[in-house]
């Protein structure tokens, strides 16, 4: 049963990220007072989805940073905006495809990726002007086809254009939590365009990760004809009652595994050196239906199978994050699918208004939108050549969203000059005139239009594809496990270069006035080609659900925490409790210890998708490891003590430090600071990161979208790592809005990182470095210490990708001093005066006075206090 949106978001108030004290909750219904439904407003925020292990950004069309879009028709008098981003603008200083969440690398190169909706009108758009700046861009790329550019348009949203000025058309409301478990996290929004179809966007995360529930985004994509055509945008009607013959909707990305972000949230280097894999997967999977998969991942370095020659053994080094850097085989992919089309639009009024059983909305020429079964995916389309594409051109976008169903849209050739066929496809159709989808007429339905580049690899054959890339999975290469990586492909695999526009489409479909559709698309990452499939079944199993997949899951609500050290220098966890939101058997504690040095193919992301089936401390992981790709052999290129390896970090890996039965909870009960418990961790080490989160735990047997859940349990996420929240909870709160608090929680450096000592600090969920009390200054001669001692270049201490983390630390420092560092001839390398300290810790980050990295060598620090008592020694530095 689908509960009405009405009681499922009742607990929210559109634009303000509500903060609900646990200790007042007793049941997982919100207070009757709060009404959603009715509060509509026209919200600046956009969409930050966070809420599951996949990070990403949703700008609408109707988003206040249009400019950031690239829209051709930004810089137009009234705000014309013809696109919507989902990923990073700027220099990825928003989310944009990151995965496992927290992880600093992303596969997407910045500002990608874009949906635009481009629409047909056989006999010309009502008030078509060639000289009118928002239609201008269309001029002169006719391609040959017939008639004039008068036929096509963007459906493109203007603060002028008619519908613009009501807010139950155009509106945006930020990311927020349906449920006060925060197990469902949606992101809505919709705006009126000029071809007079109504646009509605709606966002669905999970955040439990069971069966790779948290490891997709799905886009609800509402359209609904009004009739009403405004082309110019300018808030007086061309034209009502006008029937669309066809819309589209087109993706354009551009795929770079894999970037690696810095402590400033941008791009750190120009890690790009691995092969850019990316292609479409058409084998079939376990019910014989093809994948359908458009994905993309990293490979080997093109250089190595120049020629497409297959890299001898020792040498086949896919699958590694920052190839520039040898950090380690990590083999994160990337996918969309369109999962399909229905008929009628989403609701505010209920959340599984459109579901999987909602009537198909069929293609232009009476297909299913997708296609099912055998034939899943035949009706979409898939390209990668830049001149038949097109962010600002409208009629070739609405040809490229259509590719498949041309006698050749690029199918044919591999460079930048292409002239496609527009004819209808000659194995679909049995006529029709070019380039006019209405006159086209179907003769064979059974069979499979092949115009785009989908089944390149089986339509014009392996040998006639320039850069071909190498694949290594045996689900989408049947030869893979031979040995043979290339001819075994259903689909095709392709080398990316810059300048390239890779694209997704849909369509086309007509619309009556007043009628609406709704197209349902999935956005997936995990590791190897398992783990995006998987988790594109598990989105389709939650959309079978209607999104309710509590119903089958009830997962246990995540508790708020907070992170301190104690006065004996350890870590002490707070958290609330959480029983009375969704019943629960129990808590655990994870932690992720920073100095650790784990190895990427021991563990690192096979252990990602499972690691939370673990019931007690020290149980052995080993049956929950992914198996690495068995393709891969380079594992001599890893040298040195950090090629290969990782520190854990925000991301994982966790250990499970501690599982705490409902009958034990006496034990740690702590009513103070807002929290309800405390746990104190004896093996943290004073001047040591960590990150901490507690889950609670539902004991029994459950079914999720991949059969039993294993582990006997389902339990909350890590959402709430060393208290990550909505940005404006209190302490003890459990904040319903999104947990993007302006960067990410390790990039220090950047200029929207929270000042110290504030809440909002705390909620970004910032790594916790466990620190000692002020010590009395009867003490600080007998406490003083400095570690690490030696230093030593990617210690312990240090955030190894980091740079700016290379520090020694002074620990047991008293309230007031001055800290004066010498080097072995008595020459002052750096001093500081510390003020009202509060706490026993100070950091130097090896500058000298006059802003220079030291050298190696020894060095002696004097620390004077309480007037002229004073503490010395020294250290060692090895760079």
């Given at each position: 049963?689908?509960?009405?949106?009405?009681?499922?978001l009742?607990?929210l108030f559109?634009?303000v990220a509500?903060?609900?004290?646990a200790?007042?909750?007793?049941?997982?219904?919100?207070?009757?007072?709060?009404n959603?439904v009715n509060?509509?407003?026209?919200d600046t925020?956009?969409?930050?989805l966070v809420?599951g292990?996949?990070?990403n950004t949703?700008?609408p069309?109707?988003?206040?940073?249009?400019?950031?879009l690239?829209?051709?028709?930004?810089?137009v008098?009234?705000g014309?905006?013809?696109?919507v981003?989902?990923?990073?603008r700027?220099?990825?200083q928003?989310?944009g495809?990151?995965?496992?969440?927290?992880?600093p690398?992303t596969n997407?190169?910045?500002?990608?990726?874009f949906?635009?909706f481009?629409?047909?009108?056989?006999?010309?758009?009502?008030?078509?002007d060639a000289?009118?700046?928002?239609?201008?861009?269309?001029?002169g790329t006719?391609m040959?086809?017939?008639g004039?550019?008068?036929r096509?348009?963007?459906?493109?949203?203007?603060?002028?254009v008619?519908g613009?000025?009501?807010p139950?058309?155009?509106?945006?409301?930020?990311?927020?939590?349906?449920d006060?478990?925060?197990?469902h996290?949606?992101y809505?929004?919709?705006?009126?365009?000029?071809?007079g179809?109504d646009?509605k966007?709606?966002?669905?995360q999970?955040?439990s990760?069971t069966?790779?529930?948290?490891?997709f985004?799905v886009?609800?994509?509402s359209m609904?004809?009004t009739g009403?055509?405004?082309?110019?945008?300018?808030?007086?009607?061309?034209?009502?009652?006008n029937?669309?013959?066809g819309?589209?909707?087109?993706l354009?990305?551009?795929?770079s595994?894999?970037i690696f972000?810095?402590?400033?949230?941008d791009?750190a280097c120009?890690?790009?050196?691995?092969g850019?894999?990316?292609?479409?997967?058409a084998?079939?999977d376990?019910?014989?239906s093809p994948y359908?998969?458009?994905a993309?991942?990293a490979?080997?370095?093109?250089t190595?199978t120049?020629?497409?020659?297959?890299?001898?053994a020792?040498?086949?080094?896919f699958?590694?994050?920052?190839?520039?850097?040898l950090?380690?085989?990590t083999?994160?992919?990337n996918?969309?699918?369109?999962m399909?089309?229905?008929q009628?639009?989403?609701?505010?009024s209920d959340?599984?208004?459109v579901?999987?059983s909602?009537?198909?909305?069929?293609?232009?020429?009476g297909?299913?939108?997708?296609?099912?079964?055998?034939?899943?995916?035949?009706?979409t389309s898939?390209?990668?050549?830049?001149?038949?594409?097109?962010l600002?051109?409208s009629?070739?976008?609405f040809r490229n969203?259509?590719a498949?169903?041309f006698?050749?849209?690029?199918k044919?050739?591999n460079?930048?000059?292409?002239?496609?066929?527009?004819?209808?496809?000659?194995?679909?159709?049995?006529?029709?005139t070019?380039?006019?989808?209405?006159?086209?007429?179907?003769?064979?339905a059974s069979a499979?239009?092949n115009?785009?580049?989908k089944?390149a690899?089986?339509?014009?054959?392996?040998?006639?594809?320039?850069?071909?890339q190498?694949v290594w999975?045996?689900?989408?290469?049947?030869?893979?496990?031979?040995?043979?990586?290339?001819?075994?492909?259903?689909g095709?695999?392709?080398?990316?270069?810059f300048?390239?526009?890779?694209?997704?489409g849909?369509g086309?479909?007509?619309?009556?006035?007043g009628?609406?559709?709704?197209?349902?698309?999935?956005?997936?990452?995990?590791f190897?080609?398992?783990g995006?499939a998987?988790?594109?079944?598990s989105?389709?199993?939650?959309?079978?659900?209607?999104?309710?997949?509590?119903?089958a899951?009830?997962?246990?609500?995540?508790?708020?925490l907070?992170?301190?050290?104690t006065?004996?220098?350890?870590a002490?966890?707070r958290?609330?409790?959480?029983?009375?939101?969704?019943?629960?058997?129990?808590?655990?504690?994870w932690r992720a210890?920073q100095?650790?040095?784990?190895?990427?193919?021991?563990?690192?992301?096979?252990?990602?998708?499972?690691?939370?089936e673990?019931?007690r401390?020290?149980?052995?992981?080993?049956?929950?490891?992914?198996?690495?790709?068995?393709a891969?052999?380079a594992f001599d290129?890893?040298?040195?003590d950090?090629?290969?390896s990782?520190q854990?970090?925000?991301w994982?890996?966790?250990d499970?430090i501690?599982t705490?039965?409902a009958?034990e909870?006496s034990?740690?009960?702590?009513?103070s600071?807002?929290y309800?418990?405390s746990?104190?961790d004896?093996?943290?080490?004073?001047?040591?990161t960590?990150?901490y989160y507690v889950?609670?735990?539902?004991?029994?047997?459950?079914?999720?979208p991949?059969?039993?859940?294993?582990?006997?349990?389902?339990?909350?996420s890590?959402?709430?790592?060393n208290g990550?929240?909505a940005?404006?909870?209190?302490?003890g709160?459990?904040?319903l809005?999104?947990q993007?608090?302006?960067?990410?929680?390790?990039?220090?450096?950047?200029?929207?990182y929270?000042a110290?000592?504030?809440?909002a600090?705390?909620n970004?969920?910032?790594?916790?470095?466990?620190?000692?009390p002020?010590?009395?200054a009867?003490?600080?001669?007998?406490?003083?210490?400095?570690s690490?001692?030696?230093?030593?270049?990617?210690?312990?201490?240090?955030v190894?990708?980091?740079?700016?983390?290379?520090a020694?630390?002074f620990?047991?420092?008293?309230?007031?001093f001055?800290?004066?560092?010498?080097?072995?001839s008595?020459?002052?390398?750096?001093?500081e005066n510390?003020?009202?300290?509060?706490?026993?810790r100070?950091?130097w980050d090896?500058?000298s006075k006059?802003g220079?990295?030291?050298?190696?060598?020894?060095?002696?620090y004097h620390?004077?206090?309480?007037?002229?008592?004073?503490?010395t020694?020294h250290?060692a530095?090895?760079?």
């Amino acid at each position: 049963m689908n509960l009405p949106l009405a009681t499922r978001l009742a607990a929210l108030f559109v634009g303000v990220a509500l903060v609900v004290p646990a200790s007042a909750q007793r049941a997982d219904r919100p207070s009757s007072s709060l009404n959603y439904v009715n509060a509509r407003t026209t919200d600046t925020g956009d969409g930050y989805l966070v809420g599951g292990d996949l990070w990403n950004t949703l700008k609408p069309s109707n988003t206040v940073e249009s400019s950031r879009l690239g829209s051709s028709f930004s810089g137009v008098a009234g705000g014309m905006n013809n696109r919507v981003l989902f990923g990073s603008r700027g220099n990825w200083q928003e989310p944009g495809g990151q995965w496992p969440s927290g992880y600093p690398y992303t596969n997407t190169f910045r500002n990608s990726h874009f949906i635009v909706f481009p629409a047909f009108k056989s006999a010309g758009w009502p008030g078509y002007d060639a000289n009118n700046p928002v239609r201008a861009a269309d001029a002169g790329t006719d391609m040959g086809g017939a008639g004039g550019t008068s036929r096509f348009m963007f459906a493109t949203f203007g603060e002028n254009v008619v519908g613009a000025g009501d807010p139950a058309r155009n509106y945006k409301r930020p990311a927020r939590y349906t449920d006060r478990a925060r197990t469902h996290l949606v992101y809505e929004a919709g705006w009126p365009t000029t071809a007079g179809v109504d646009v509605k966007v709606r966002a669905h995360q999970f955040t439990s990760n069971t069966q790779n529930l948290n490891d997709f985004t799905v886009l609800e994509l509402s359209m609904t004809n009004t009739g009403v055509v405004d082309s110019n945008g300018d808030g007086t009607p061309e034209a009502t009652g006008n029937v669309v013959d066809g819309i589209g909707m087109m993706l354009d990305a551009t795929v770079s595994p894999s970037i690696f972000l810095d402590g400033r949230g941008d791009r750190a280097c120009n890690c790009i050196a691995a092969g850019r894999t990316f292609g479409y997967v058409a084998a079939p999977d376990e019910t014989g239906s093809p994948y359908n998969l458009w994905a993309w991942y990293a490979n080997v370095s093109p250089t190595a199978t120049a020629g497409r020659t297959v890299p001898p053994a020792g040498e086949r080094s896919f699958g590694i994050n920052n190839r520039n850097r040898l950090d380690g085989y990590t083999d994160v992919w990337n996918a969309w699918n369109f999962m399909g089309v229905k008929q009628g639009a989403i609701s505010d009024s209920d959340l599984g208004a459109v579901s999987a059983s909602s009537p198909d909305k069929s293609t232009a020429f009476g297909t299913h939108p997708v296609g099912e079964g055998a034939r899943r995916g035949w009706y979409t389309s898939v390209q990668w050549q830049s001149s038949l594409s097109s962010l600002s051109a409208s009629d070739i976008a609405f040809r490229n969203s259509m590719a498949t169903w041309f006698a050749d849209y690029g199918k044919l050739s591999n460079g930048s000059d292409v002239q496609p066929n527009l004819a209808p496809n000659p194995a679909f159709f049995a006529g029709g005139t070019a380039d006019d989808i209405t006159t086209w007429t179907v003769g064979n339905a059974s069979a499979r239009p092949n115009g785009d580049f989908k089944y390149a690899h089986q339509d014009v054959g392996v040998a006639n594809i320039e850069l071909v890339q190498p694949v290594w999975e045996p689900a989408w290469n049947e030869t893979a496990a031979s040995g043979d990586f290339y001819s075994g492909m259903k689909g095709f695999a392709r080398e990316y270069t810059f300048g390239q526009a890779l694209t997704q489409g849909i369509g086309p479909f007509d619309l009556e006035v007043g009628e609406s559709m709704t197209i349902v698309w999935v956005a997936a990452a995990g590791f190897r080609f398992e783990g995006i499939a998987d988790a594109v079944e598990s989105a389709r199993w939650a959309w079978d659900q209607g999104w309710d997949v509590d119903a089958a899951l009830p997962t246990p609500a995540a508790p708020d925490l907070s992170v301190e050290s104690t006065t004996e220098g350890r870590a002490r966890v707070r958290w609330t409790d959480v029983s009375g939101i969704r019943p629960l058997d129990g808590y655990k504690i994870w932690r992720a210890s920073q100095y650790k040095r784990t190895s990427y193919q021991d563990v690192g992301m096979r252990l990602q998708d499972r690691y939370q089936e673990q019931n007690r401390p020290g149980e052995d992981i080993t049956p929950l490891l992914d198996p690495i790709n068995p393709a891969f052999d380079a594992f001599d290129i890893f040298t040195g003590d950090t090629q290969g390896s990782y520190q854990p970090a925000e991301w994982g890996t966790y250990d499970l430090i501690a599982t705490l039965p409902a009958a034990e909870l006496s034990t740690v009960q702590d009513p103070s600071g807002g929290y309800q418990f405390s746990f104190v961790d004896e093996n943290s080490i004073t001047g040591f990161t960590y990150w901490y989160y507690v889950s609670a735990y539902r004991e029994g047997s459950f079914t999720g979208p991949h059969g039993p859940v294993g582990g006997g349990h389902i339990e909350s996420s890590n959402m709430n790592r060393n208290g990550r929240n909505a940005p404006d909870a209190a302490d003890g709160q459990i904040g319903l809005g999104t947990q993007w608090g302006g960067t990410y929680p390790y990039a220090d450096r950047n200029a929207e990182y929270p000042a110290a000592g504030t809440q909002a600090r705390q909620n970004l969920g910032v790594p916790f470095t466990v620190v000692p009390p002020v010590a009395s200054a009867d003490r600080v001669e007998e406490l003083i210490t400095v570690s690490p001692n030696p230093y030593k270049i990617t210690g312990l201490n240090d955030v190894r990708n980091d740079a700016a983390s290379h520090a020694i630390s002074f620990l047991n420092t008293p309230s007031d001093f001055t800290l004066t560092i010498l080097d072995v001839s008595g020459q002052i390398v750096y001093q500081e005066n510390v003020e009202d300290a509060i706490d026993g810790r100070l950091v130097w980050d090896m500058f000298s006075k006059d802003g220079v990295e030291v050298a190696s060598g020894l060095y002696l620090y004097h620390i004077q206090y309480d007037g002229d008592r004073a503490a010395t020694g020294h250290f060692a530095i090895l760079r």
